[in-house]
């Protein structure tokens, strides 16, 4: 049972445009969701996260929008930049489990 | 620098063989993670400790047994009894002292079976 779903398993963009990373969920008790970036060989680099009680959270090029009606959390990447191209995980965690349940993850290419 | 290290960054076992695989951490921080990734898979959580000497099972903890003897180690012992262990393991730590903080990695070691 896939809690976390990546359900776009590569995005290939162009440098300077917009990339937008998609994560659905089905449990409706998370409450702290996360994005990380990963290059191969090395661990995931934590980038952004944000809790249920918001909607929306930036940090410089990087933003998470959290749609709770539809289970659903988006990372928008803006402009994208070839350092950027790696896999992104999205994550979620129910509050006090200390348990965090990851996505499959997102293969971003991004093209000159 | 403040990190997360695991050793060794490849490691290979044999058939019947028990393996461990260290992870250091000197970020002060509480508690500390072991997941697995397969390709294609996201990561799966196998063992957590949130304070020494306590430490409990994830989803996959079979073939796996840690230990927590001390705040800045946490080693991951695979087993025999692991059917499948090829496969990349991370370790992973948090600092508890604040609601909603983030894991942060160490760089992984990649098991193979000869």
């Known amino acids: 049972d896939q809690q976390v779903k990546q359900n776009s398993p590569s995005l290939s963009v162009q440098e300077g445009r917009i990339s937008i990373l998609n994560c659905d969920y089905t449990?409706?008790?998370?409450?702290?969701f996360l994005w990380y970036k990963k290059y191969p060989a090395e661990g995931p680099t934590f980038l952004i996260s944000?809790?249920?009680?918001?909607d929306k959270n930036e940090d410089g090029r990087f933003t998470v929008f959290l749609n709770k009606s539809a289970k659903h959390l988006s990372l928008h990447i803006v402009p994208s930049q070839p350092g950027d191209s790696a896999v992104y995980f999205c994550?979620?965690?129910?509050?006090?489990?200390?348990?965090?349940?990851f996505g499959t993850g997102t293969r971003l290419q991004v093209f000159p | 620098d403040g990190g997360i290290t695991q050793s060794p960054k490849y490691l290979f076992r044999k058939e019947g063989q028990n393996v461990t695989l260290s992870c250091e951490q000197n970020?002060?921080?509480?508690?500390m993670y072991w997941y697995r990734q397969d390709p294609g898979q996201g990561l799966r959580l196998i063992y957590y400790s949130q304070i020494v000497n306590d430490f409990q099972k994830g989803d996959i903890a079979e073939g796996y047994s840690v230990s927590r003897e001390k705040k800045e180690s946490f080693p991951l012992t695979v087993t025999s009894a692991q059917k499948n262990p090829t496969a990349f393991y991370l370790c992973a730590s948090r600092g508890q002292r604040a609601v909603n903080q983030p894991q942060h990695f160490g760089d992984g070691t990649r098991l193979s079976i000869l």
């Open positions: 994550a979620a965690s129910q509050y006090n489990t200390d348990k965090l349940i």
């Open positions: 944000i809790s249920s009680i918001k």
């Open positions: 449990n409706s008790m998370f409450d702290y």
């Open positions: 970020l002060n921080h509480d508690a």
